[in-house]
């Protein structure tokens, strides 16, 4: 599942994406116009700051952008920079495979073969750029 923390980093990275670039938004008008706790947003946004998705401005005018076009920017590095792996079990994962520690026939798994169907299925859809949200 989607956590909460998740949803409001590409709630708050598609508000950005439809600001004019040169222009830093403030956290305050973020939170408020998505919904989004301050504090919480606060920590979202340093983390996407320091993946290099956002760029922060200190100052009166300070703020932040994105750090690259929306187009270079998908659902699926966010997701995967606030949650980690996307995949419902670490068996069916790519990049965090772990084999299941319940496991006793991993090469006949059917669990593991329906997961990894499904992580697939899902990858296209979620490598969809954030200007196309």
Do not use: H, W
Request: hydrophobic letters at 40%.
């Amino acid at each position: 599942m989607l956590s909460r923390k998740a949803k409001y980093a590409l709630k708050a990275v598609v508000y950005l994406s439809d600001c004019p670039r040169e222009l830093p938004v403030t956290t305050k008008e973020i939170a408020e116009s998505e919904g989004i706790p301050l504090k919480f947003l606060e920590a979202i946004l340093t983390i996407l700051t320091r993946n290099n998705i956002l760029r922060s401005y200190r100052g009166i005018r300070g703020g932040y952008t994105l750090a690259r076009s929306p187009e270079d920017i998908t659902v699926l590095t966010i997701m995967r920079i606030i949650d980690g792996p996307v995949a419902l079990t670490s068996c069916s994962s790519e990049n965090y495979y772990q084999t299941c520690e319940e496991c006793v026939d991993e090469a006949n798994c059917k669990i593991k073969k329906m997961f990894k169907e499904l992580r697939e299925s899902m990858l296209p859809i979620l490598e969809m750029s954030i200007a196309k949200v």
